[in-house]
């Protein structure tokens, strides 16, 4: 499924996807998918995910907030 979302926006960067340690994951068609994308997978160990909601917290909710205005304005 992730792979329909960017289809469109990958052109010549690098993209880094953050999973979490479940083992599926890993797979040899998963890897070469990312590796073909320039995509870089980082895996967190299931004790360190909490660290991501730090960024949810600091970063992520201004840019939430904007998001939010921008569109009820264009709609």
Known sequence: MFKKYI???????YYLLIL??????ATAGFN???IERNI???????YLLYLL????VS???PL????SQKTEKII
């Open 7 to 13: 289809a469109f926006y990958i052109i010549g960067r």
């Open 20 to 25: 979490n340690s479940y083992s599926s994951y």
């Open 32 to 34: 070469k998918f990312y």
């Open 40 to 46: 870089i997978s980082l895996y967190l160990l299931p």
């Open 53 to 56: 909601y730090l960024f949810d």
């Open 59 to 61: 970063c992520f909710l």
């Open 64 to 67: 939430k907030h904007l998001y």
